[in-house]
């Protein structure tokens, strides 16, 4: 570890060089990946330097401990105590650190979700779903924007779609996906009765242009007029779009705007995202393990979470952590407790695959 921390400290130095140099500074593609890569390196070397400073300082304590003699030497043996916790927690640091990022950590995240199993109760529970990651998204400094949403006869949605960007989103988001299981007393129901209803989340990389090439001869593109979850036309001209990528057979539709250009736009972006998860997953086994469970059947007896009204419970299964305050999670968009352990057993998990292959 110490022979790849020296290496990086080298590299940041070059990193710094480059900067300085006159091409770099006239190359923006150049300037940007540099300036990304020094981001990327700063905090390892400055916990790496921290780290050298903190094992001199015992270097030189043991020597003053090694000739020192009554109060003196009791000091000296504190200081030699106390260098060496903070060796061992820069060490655990620095392991974090060095741990392979996600190369989707820089990209926007697009989340779909879609009412499953629970009929109209699963509609409305995909908008509270909704709803509680737009207040996540404010509480987290991200920006969100909708790139579509198909309205149920309730005040539901069917599906809904949307953007968000911001610094870690892709990081806490990721965790999202799968279905999520409601238990509660539905709108529709007169007797008072728990139901359990369902919905799924997707969350995907946005893709950009450079990593999707997309022929326009590839796509069929389809308008008509756009209406409400009524049937209701609520546009008098033909907006809303249909883009069918042929070479894959996804489709998707795109009325939330009154221009059918905005709506062709934002349909692209979409159509990149899904066309380039279904690329990953003919070449990637485990990737297409990964995409198939973050949706699963929808049923109500999949689930990654647990959102139970009754008790004020919120049970996430995979790292088995309970919170009971479902009401501030949903109506403030309080989530930080949830994503904050979804990353942090994420990491340990990483830490442990690569402490064993050491």
Request: glycine fraction near 6%.
């Amino acid at each position: 570890m110490l022979q790849r921390l020296a290496g990086l400290e080298s590299e940041y130095e070059g990193v710094i060089a480059r900067l300085s140099d006159p091409a770099t500074q006239a190359d923006q593609k150049a300037m940007r990946e540099t300036g990304k890569r020094l981001k990327d390196l700063e905090p390892i070397v400055a916990r790496y330097q921290e780290y050298r400073s903190a094992t001199n300082d015992l270097e030189v304590a043991k020597e003053m401990f090694a000739e020192a003699q009554g109060d003196d030497r009791e000091a000296m043996r504190t200081e030699i105590e106390t260098t060496e916790t903070r060796i061992t927690v820069l060490e655990e640091q620095l392991k974090m650190l060095l741990l392979p990022k996600d190369p989707n950590d820089e990209r926007n995240v697009l989340v779909e979700i879609r009412g499953a199993e629970g009929g109209e109760e699963a509609n409305l529970f995909a908008r509270d779903l909704f709803e509680m990651y737009v207040r996540y998204a404010d509480r987290m400094g991200w920006k969100l924007e909708v790139m579509s949403s198909d309205p149920s006869a309730m005040g539901g949605f069917n599906e809904v779609s949307f953007m968000v960007k911001g610094e870690g989103a892709w990081s806490r988001m990721k965790h999202e996906g799968g279905p999520h299981r409601v238990q509660r007393v539905p709108a529709t129901e007169s007797q008072g009765r728990i139901h359990t209803s369902a919905a799924t989340v997707t969350v995907l990389p946005e893709a950009e242009e450079v990593d999707v090439h997309i022929d326009e001869r590839d796509l069929q593109i389809d308008v008509y007029r756009a209406s409400s979850a009524g049937g209701q036309s609520v546009n008098t001209t033909e907006s809303a779009v249909r883009m069918t990528h042929r070479p894959t057979g996804i489709v998707v539709t795109m009325q939330d705007e009154r221009s059918q250009i905005q709506n062709r736009a934002k349909a692209l972006v979409v159509l990149r995202s899904r066309v380039l998860s279904a690329q990953l997953e003919r070449v990637n086994a485990e990737a297409s393990v990964a995409r198939k469970s973050q949706v699963g059947s929808g049923g109500r007896g999949e689930k990654i979470r647990t959102y139970n009204y009754k008790e004020n419970r919120l049970t996430d299964h995979r790292i088995g952590l309970t919170i009971y305050k479902l009401d501030r999670v949903l109506q403030q968009g309080e989530l930080e407790d949830v994503t904050d352990a979804l990353v942090a057993d994420e990491r340990a998990r990483q830490l442990s695959s690569s402490t064993s292959e050491d």
